[in-house]
Antibody, heavy 127, light 107 residues
Framework: EVQLVESGGGLVQPGRSLRLSCTAS????????MSWVRQAPGKGLEWVGF??????????EYAASVKGRFTISRDDSKSIAYLQMNSLKTEDTGVYYC??????????????????WGKGTTVTVSS | DIQMTQSPSTLSASVGDRVIVTCRAS??????LAWYQQKPGKAPKLLIY???SLESGVPSRFSGSGSGTEFTLTISNLQPDDFATYYC?????????FGQGTKLEIK
């Protein structure tokens, strides 16, 4: 069974750091890009960022709201993706989901959609 | 960033009804659109990708159409399990954006 399990959420003070983990099983983790998506309480979904597979450079992209503060990494040997969150703000509060990204390749273009989601982990930034 | 606008924000319907949710993109995204269903306290679930391709295991009463900037999600013969919030999402660029969501309520 394909599964993603997030962990590492909790209560943290503004300005502090937190690292989330996403442990994958049931598929070849290294073949896929992975994304993080968050949802503030009572609000909609916001894409946070993603990391490409090593076959496509293993590079990362981020939403403007987190660029420079958040870092995504991966350990293919352990099938884990990480979200390192620094300089946290109260507006970073929410449920954080990791997702598996399936790639569609066209001529010199790449399109990723999120086909598997974890159940999420809750991050609360408050003093 | 590409902006996605869904309508309506809330939709009231009855079991057995056919409903349509609309999603508009601020610029052309070809067919690079997905639809997700989310129930309270749960993770989103992929329903449709590439505007009209049904994800494996999703009932055939769900269908998607459109291209460019205008897209629709149609749910035929509504079932009790379908009352949830629905989101569209573009993936024309790596900076993926979601619509604000459409809450489907029981009338």
């Amino acid at each position: 069974e394909v599964q993603l399990v997030e962990s590492g959420g909790g209560l943290v003070q503004p300005g502090r750091s937190l690292r989330l983990s996403c442990t994958a099983s049931g598929f070849t983790f290294g073949d896929y890009a992975m994304s993080w998506v968050r949802q503030a309480p009572g609000k909609g979904l916001e894409w946070v960022g993603f990391i490409r597979s090593k076959n496509y450079g293993g590079t990362t992209e981020y939403a403007a709201s987190v660029k420079g503060r958040f870092t995504i990494s991966r350990d293919d040997s352990k099938s884990i993706a990480y979200l390192q969150m620094n300089s946290l703000k109260t507006e970073d509060t929410g449920v954080y989901y990791c997702t598996r990204d399936t790639l569609i390749t066209m001529v010199r273009a790449y399109y990723y959609f999120m086909d598997v989601w974890g159940k999420g982990t809750t991050v609360t930034v408050s003093s | 960033d590409i902006q996605m606008t869904q309508s309506p924000s809330t939709l009231s319907a009855s079991v057995g009804d056919r409903v349509i949710v609309t999603c508009r993109a601020s610029q052309s995204i070809s067919s690079w659109l997905a639809w997700y269903q989310q129930k309270p306290g749960k993770a989103p679930k992929l329903l449709i990708y590439k505007a009209s391709s049904l994800e494996s295991g999703v009932p055939s009463r769900f269908s998607g159409s459109g291209s460019g900037t205008e897209f629709t999600l149609t749910i035929s013969n509504l079932q009790p399990d379908d009352f949830a919030t629905y989101y569209c999402q573009q993936y024309n660029s790596y900076s993926r954006t979601f619509g604000q969501g459409t809450k489907l309520e029981i009338k």
